[in-house]
């Protein structure tokens, strides 16, 4: 069995070996047992001699051999070669000509050795050819003879092929130089105190390849004539006021007559004589900020000969610009050419979208300090935070710095999410006058924001530090908040400000649209039209107004978020002739998780009693006229809630005319709901009030024309409800909610405390659904009676508010 085995093997071997020669000497006449190797071209030809091919190129030939078992491969440095015999195959790959360290050429040697020991060498000489290398020059560069004066640069533009780098030769004195990146070369004659210079001659170009090969050069011819007119100005020429007239001394010879374009607006005249140009430059608002002059010079001989230089106003009038600004503030650099009679001018309108930068001006430590005057131009922006948590155009204006007559257009997208501080205009105000400023960039906030820590979102300014004064300023840009709202401050003016500040609005306004479409839990955070949050601090707020609607989407009922006002989300101060005339319109919410919105305030009220900060309140003339559709914990037409004051608060002559409802009303509903407030706890008095708005809700505790009343010492004087009031079933079937909803047509009074109601009005239609028709009433309703027995002894109601509300009708459908 062992023999047969053996056998077996040895006649396979044997056969094996057959194939080989086989195949072997299918392809080449061999003795038996000799080795053979040859190597042929894609035509079928035996190679003999050098093989040339390009650098980096591969080349494949077919491999006729016999009794080759083994191949080893030397070759020149950077030349590779593959010996395959089962495929018939050889390939040789030259190195790239940027290899420097690899051979030009050389000899691959192949050792070959047979399966019985036999060995032979193969040589393949080779060589690596580079790719033509050219170079020619645009237009007549080399055809004529081109005439310098003294000092005077030609550019010469050229293309080339397989260049790496340019041999120049060039006569005595004359300079050049290489720009390959842009395929120019400036040829510079000699300068007046050159020695000996050479005057007529040629530039000799030779373009090099990365190794060093030279292509075929090319000539410039040359000329400098002593006789050519020159123009020359000792120092760059400074930048103009408007208006301002400079004689420029300059330095000129054979110029017998001048030629001169000049930018428009601006008027340039050459005195040959005084050797003087004399610009003026335009006045303010007339012709162009900055452009070239051209001097078109004629000596005697008619030699003719141009020169250029710049001119320019102080300011800012292009992207450049301002970049340059912005450094010289941060680096706390000296302003002068940005400026005229002290101010930073913006000269016309500028593009900044195409610039990267989180901020461009100034930082905590170097802040913007003077008075930019934008003098109704518009700076267009893209501001992009990428990984920065704070963005805008400035970062921090300081107490003695101002910014005017300025429009702010592109947009501004926030990303990120911890705790993020913006405003197209400026990161932080710490007491800047900001006057005649509007944004109308779109804002974008998809931030995942994760945690408590405040963040602030401005159409101009995010945070402000220091109680800044506003006046005529605007927001035209859309809100667009796809991301979470959590502790987020956002205003169509200023996202948020400082405890125990004290700022003014006046004369100031959004038309921006404010679409929340919240993703995650938005808690605390507070929105308004003009300010987000003031919320520990006392802002005046003067002939402001709100056009913009807004709209809030949650992910699920359970959402909430702080406060939401027309005008202001959260705060103490002062408000007169304040209108809103945006909606206010909610998707899918739960009424009572805490949310606070009313049409010029959605909260008066802070908890944190440590603070010391002036907690006041006066409302005068203000008026809602934008339907609030909102189901919320406090809805009312000017005010949602308004609580923990220092003194007592007025509300007069202030007006709702929107209708206001709950939109899911049949499953979630509001605490407190009322025409002028949602409701006021302490020493408020409402005064010449009015309610014409509808009030439709689905009520879990008070509803009532003018406020839902809660404190000590409220005093609603001369107030007037004819809106209707519809009261659908809330959501509360428990035997101990069944005294509520509490619907009245001035007010509701929810604890027991002395409240005064005088000369009040209610001319509406009640519809109710209720457990209990007794806690309707026209005028008023104390909640205590019906919801425990207590028996009213501190309200009065004077009989003219009973006798003015008497043509109210009451119509009441009673709950099981």
């Known amino acids: 069995m062992r023999k047969s085995l053996l056998f077996l093997l040895n006649t396979l071997l044997a056969a094996a070996t057959l194939c080989v020669v086989s195949c072997g000497i299918d392809d080449v006449d061999a003795e038996d047992g000799a080795i053979q190797f040859e190597l042929y071209d894609t035509e079928g030809t035996l190679i003999e001699g050098l093989q040339s091919m390009k650098f980096g190129a591969t080349t494949a030939y077919t491999l006729k051999s016999a009794f080759v078992t083994y191949t080893e491969v030397t070759a020149p440095a950077g030349w590779k070669c593959s010996v395959i015999p089962s495929s018939r195959s050889c390939t040789v790959t030259a190195p790239v000509a940027s290899d420097l360290e690899a051979e030009a050429g050389g000899d691959i040697t192949i050792a070959i050795t047979s399966q019985a020991g036999r060995t032979m060498s193969y040589t393949l000489s080779v060589a690596a050819l580079e790719e033509s ?35 120049v030769e060039a006569p005595e004195g004359w300079t050049t130089e290489t720009d390959l990146e842009n395929s120019q070369l400036t040829v510079t004659a000699p300068m007046p105190d050159s020695q000996n210079p050479t005057l007529t001659g040629a530039v000799k170009v030779t373009p090099l390849s990365v190794r060093g090969t030279a292509g075929e050069s090319s000539s410039i011819s040359v000329e400098l004539s002593t006789k050519m007119p020159v123009i020359q100005f000792a120092e760059p020429i400074d930048r103009f006021v408007f208006g301002e007239q ?200 998809s931030a995942d924001k994760t945690n408590s820590t405040s963040g602030y979102l401005g159409g101009l300014v995010g945070q402000d530090k220091a109680g800044s004064t506003y006046t005529d300023c605007h927001n035209t840009g859309m809100f667009n908040i796809p991301g979470s709202g959590r502790t987020m401050f956002i205003g169509g003016i200023v996202g948020g400000a400082l405890i125990n500040t004290k700022g003014s609005l006046t004369n100031c306004s959004n038309s921006g649209k404010f679409e929340f479409n919240f993703s995650n839990k938005p808690d605390s955070g507070m929105f308004g039209g003009l300010v987000g949050s003031a919320e520990k601090a006392f802002w005046n707020f003067t002939d402001c107004t709100n056009e913009g609607n807004f709209s809030v989407t949650f992910a699920d009922p359970g959402h909430q978020y702080h406060s939401l006002g027309g005008i202001l989300g959260n705060g103490y101060g002062t408000f007169v002739r304040c209108i809103n005339k945006g909606d206010i319109t909610f998707g899918t919410a739960k009424g009572t998780n805490y949310r606070r919105t009313g049409g010029i305030i959605g909260c008066v009220g802070a908890n944190d009693d440590a603070i010391d900060f002036q907690r006041t309140l006066s409302m005068s003339d203000c008026r809602n006229e934008g339907d609030l559709a909102a189901s919320t914990a406090s809805l009312g037409g000017i005010i949602g809630i308004a609580e923990k004051i220092d003194t007592p608060a007025v509300i007069e002559n202030c007006e ?161």
Not at 158 to 166: K, Q, R
Not at 249 to 263: E, F, L, N, R
Not at 427 to 443: C, E
Not at 747 to 762: F, L, P, Q, R, Y
């Open 246 to 445: 400079r004689d420029i001394p300059c330095t000129m010879q054979y110029v017998d007559k001048c030629d001169i374009t000049a930018p428009e607006g601006w008027t340039v005249e050459l005195d040959i004589a005084a050797s003087m140009l004399k610009v003026t430059a335009p006045a303010e608002g007339v012709g162009i900020p900055a452009g070239t002059v051209t001097l078109d010079a004629v000596s005697a001989e008619e030699l003719t000969e141009s020169f250029e230089t710049q001119l320019s106003l102080k300011g800012i009038a292009t992207g450049d610009d301002f970049v340059a600004f912005g450094k010289a503030v941060t680096e706390a650099a000296p302003l002068d050419e940005f400026m005229q009679e002290g101010t930073v001018i913006l000269l016309q309108d500028v593009d900044l979208s195409a610039f990267s930068q989180t901020c461009f001006v100034g930082q905590a430590e170097n802040p913007f300090t003077g008075t930019f005057d934008g003098k109704g131009h518009t700076l267009t922006v893209s501001l992009n935070d990428g990984d920065a948590k704070e963005l805008g155009l400035f970062h921090t204006l300081d107490a003695t710095a101002a910014v005017k007559n300025l429009t702010l257009a592109g947009s501004m997208t926030v990303t990120q999410p911890n705790p993020g501080v913006a405003g197209t205009l400026a990161i932080y105000n710490n007491g800047a006058a900001l006057t005649g400023v509007t944004n109308t960039a779109t804002v974008t906030y």
């Open 656 to 816: 709702n005319k929107g209708h206001i409802s709950s939109p899911s009303m049949a499953d979630y509903d509001v605490y407190y709901f009322g025409g002028i407030a949602g409701k006021v706890n302490g020493a408020f008095t409402l005064r010449n009030c009015v309610n014409r708005g509808n009030l439709t809700a689905a009520v879990e505790r008070d509803i009532a024309g003018i406020a839902v009343s809660g404190g000590n010492d409220a005093v609603f004087e001369n107030c007037e409800n004819y809106g209707n009031i519809t009261v659908a079933p809330n959501h509360k079937p428990n035997e101990g909610d069944r005294w509520r909803p509490c619907v009245a047509g001035i007010v509701a009074i929810e604890n027991d405390v002395t409240t005064t109601i005088t000369n009040c009005t209610s001319d509406c239609v009640i519809d109710a659904t209720v457990y209990r028709a007794t806690s309707i009433d026209k005028v008023y309703v104390f909640q205590k009676t019906w919801e425990n027995g207590t028996e009213d002894t501190k309200t009065v109601c004077d009989e003219a508010s009973k006798s003015n509300s008497a043509g109210t009708t009451i119509n009441i459908t009673t709950r099981e």
């Open 133 to 167: 290398i050219s170079l020619t020059f645009d237009g007549d560069a080399t055809t004529k003879n081109h005439i310098f004066s003294y000092g005077k640069s030609l550019v010469f533009p050229f293309s080339c092929e397989n260049t790496s780098s340019l041999e």
